[in-house]
């Protein structure tokens, strides 16, 4: 079969395809350990002479059929789940730095991955220069070193919802022989790809719109197999140079484009854990099976409220990139003409007690410190996720302290206005 299917077809038929007698849908392979006849076959998995499954800790089947269905989606070359977005992003960078290397992240990026940039892997020698994504290319480029290893940015941020220039970006660390890095969790696969506009490695946080239902934490690192890692041997020693963990491999020469991904499996996740559970891989595949649907109906539904909102005399102000004369309308719809994601934030006129005020009223959406499920729900991220930042650093990641959150789920777009009216109502 040569056809290439569209994504729908993807989310459906990908992954596991079951053989004659088979079970139809993706068994949850529920075991830490799997079965071999010889001590030498066994042997030959650990040496990577042959790949096969032994232990849980590092690989599980229910894990890569899903993993494939992602990696699919993106057009990407490997894949691996991870058990959350942030061991997705940790994993990303920490597979090609070590202690002494640098990272170039935007400002924008969602507060956990800021705190694990910025503060964690600080800790770990790993230095971390933060720029404004809207900034010219020139004056992005002054933040290179070089020791820098990889750019890191989000296609659309969370919550501050810039959409990223990925030309610019992509431009910009390939000038520099790093790849770019892009969490692309808020737009999913189905609204853009960020391979197709030169991003190098892709990162999910599978919990959000993939799960889609508020189940599972879980992440997903995808390799689109384009960065050249042995052009520049020097830089990326741990793909280049032989592995003394194992038998001195070179990453790069055994394993060709999947060197990455199979550094990160036999290197990252055996020594520091971290897998997703077959579990909550089997939940995330029944996730992937209706993101299509779910994506288009998220973005209806958030555009007709942004656009409620913007006609409300009570709003000081609403971001959404789907909106005509959004900062970031023309980006998104050049990156995701199909739609963005269906997260929007604004501002009440009463500044930030007023939204405390009108959030306390909601009947329907809820307070949880979750987006993007089926399930509307709102979170102030000034007293909630980014409450550890001073002022200037909400400011940077385009956090203002009124800023509202509002994950527009799948209920009926007049059941989600008519709360938020009469919400808004009682603010004074
Ligand atoms: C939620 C989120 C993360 C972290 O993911 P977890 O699954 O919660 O660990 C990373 N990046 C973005 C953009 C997110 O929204």
New binding site residues.
């Given amino acids: 079969m040569s056809r290439q299917y569209k994504k729908e077809t993807i989310c459906i038929q990908s992954g596991w395809k079951p053989g004659n007698g088979e079970p139809r849908v993706l068994p949850i392979y529920q075991s830490t350990t799997f079965k071999y006849e010889s001590s030498e076959q066994m042997g030959r998995l650990f040496d990577l002479e042959e790949s096969g499954y032994f232990y849980s800790r590092l690989q599980n089947p229910t894990n890569d059929y899903v993993a494939a269905k992602i990696c699919e989606l993106e057009g990407g070359v490997a894949a691996m789940l991870t058990s959350?977005?942030?061991a997705a992003?940790h994993f990303a960078v920490f597979n090609i730095c070590e202690a002494g290397d640098h990272v170039v992240m935007s400002s924008t990026v969602?507060g956990?991955?800021f705190n694990l940039l910025t503060c964690t892997m600080k800790k770990m020698g790993i230095g971390c220069t933060v720029v404004d994504p809207d900034a010219p290319e020139e004056e992005i480029a002054k933040a290179f070193k070089p020791n820098t290893k990889c750019v890191f940015a989000?296609t659309i941020a969370?919550p501050a919802l810039v959409v990223l220039d990925l030309e610019k970006f992509a431009r910009l660390a390939h000038d520099h022989q790093v790849p770019l890095i892009v969490?692309n969790?808020?737009a999913t696969p189905i609204n853009c790809n960020p391979f197709a506009w030169g991003a190098d490695i892709v990162v999910h946080?599978t919990?959000?719109y993939m799960d889609g239902h508020a189940m599972a934490?879980?992440?997903c690192i995808v390799d689109s197999g384009h960065f050249d890692w042995s052009a520049c041997p020097d830089k990326f020693p741990g793909l280049c140079t032989p592995d003394e963990s194992y038998h001195g491999i070179t990453y790069t020469e055994k394993f060709g484009k999947a060197a990455y991904i199979t550094k990160a499996t036999s290197q990252l996740m055996r020594d520091l854990g971290s897998i997703q559970s077959p579990q909550n891989a089997f939940l995330l595949n029944v996730g992937l099976e209706t993101l299509p649907l779910r994506m288009e109906r998220h973005c209806y539904n958030a555009l007709k409220t942004a656009e409620y909102l913007e006609r409300h005399d009570k709003v000081a102000w609403v971001n959404y990139p789907g909106l005509k004369g959004n900062k970031y309308y023309d980006l998104a719809q050049k990156y995701m003409p199909n739609g963005t994601c269906g997260v929007i934030s604004f501002g009440l006129k009463g500044g930030r007690q007023a939204a405390a005020q009108m959030m306390d009223h909601l009947e329907l959406a809820a307070i949880v410190t979750h987006?993007a499920d089926a399930r509307t729900s709102v979170l102030h991220p000034a007293s909630h996720t980014h409450r550890q930042m001073n002022d200037e650093q909400l400011r940077e990641a385009g956090v203002a302290p009124d800023l509202i959150r509002l994950s527009v789920g799948l209920e009926h777009i007049e059941d989600i206005i008519a709360d938020l009216e009469q919400a808004i109502s009682k603010v004074s």
Avoid: A, L, M, P
């Fill in positions: 959350s977005g942030q992003c969602y956990g991955t989000e969370n969490d969790t808020f946080s919990t959000k934490v879980g992440g987006v």
